[in-house]
């Protein structure tokens, strides 16, 4: 399964919203440096999807604010 996730970074905290069934908005309270913030997303999304994290992660856009996460269900 593929979504859409817009990360919005240097926030006042961390939140996930679901836009559409494959539109995510996420909210990130760290700066986009050394990968901190793409880790931190994935585990926003693991909680919020009831995913593991090692089920999650990033097929493209690791470093734009626009990204496609793959989520292997199985």
């Known amino acids: 399964m593929k979504i859409n996730v817009k ?3 240097k926030s006042k905290l961390n939140k996930v919203e679901k836009i559409s069934d494959n539109d995510y908005k996420v909210w990130l309270n760290v700066m986009p440096i050394e990968g901190k913030a793409n880790k931190l997303l994935i585990k926003l999304l693991s909680k919020f999807l009831k995913v593991p994290m090692n089920k999650i992660s990033i097929f493209a856009g690791s470093r734009n604010k626009n990204k496609i996460i793959t989520i292997d269900k199985t």
């Open 7 to 9: 990360v919005i970074t």
